[in-house]
């Protein structure tokens, strides 16, 4: 299950759309049966949060926070929060070229990927690059995949 916050309010149609790649991700990480939080906020609320959790003072495009340690084995109902400022987002998506809708579908499967345990290392530029190198970033790719698999044509 997904719950969506809405503290920013997003443009027609990127709920759907979020709620279906988000779906497809976690049915591609084996936990469709588990709950995640993703709150849509703008760069003041975000810049707070990092500001608070990270000490860094500067606006980002998504945080998560998880509500499990990965390799317990014991794997709780709600896995955990997602953040996504969408005022970073829609910057990101018009550099990048591409629709905000789908800027927040990667965000929200990059988030996902760090609730279930995984990292890598920290990527210039804008965030989460789809071109990013590596084997540390396949996990990342492979999420990414099943969330524009999911994604209306168009998106």
Do not use: C, Y
């Amino acid at each position: 299950m997904i719950d969506l916050i809405v503290r920013k309010t997003p443009p027609a149609g990127l709920r759907p759309s979020l709620r279906a790649s988000l779906g497809a991700v976690m049915a591609h990480f084996g936990v469709p049966d588990r709950e995640v939080t993703v709150v849509l906020v703008g760069d003041r609320t975000i810049r707070a949060l990092k500001r608070e959790h990270w000490g860094e003072d500067a606006a980002t495009d998504v945080l998560s926070f998880p509500t499990w340690e990965p390799g317990d084995p014991f794997v709780p109902p709600h896995l955990g929060d997602i953040v996504i400022s969408l005022e970073t987002a829609r910057r990101q998506a018009d550099a990048r070229g591409h629709s905000l809708t789908r800027e927040v579908a990667l965000l929200a499967s990059h988030g996902l990927t760090h609730l279930v345990g995984n990292d890598h290392p920290h990527a210039d530029g804008l965030g989460f690059e789809e071109g990013a190198q590596g084997p540390e970033w396949d996990v990342f790719h492979g999420a990414w995949a099943a969330a524009q698999a999911a994604l209306p044509a168009g998106s």
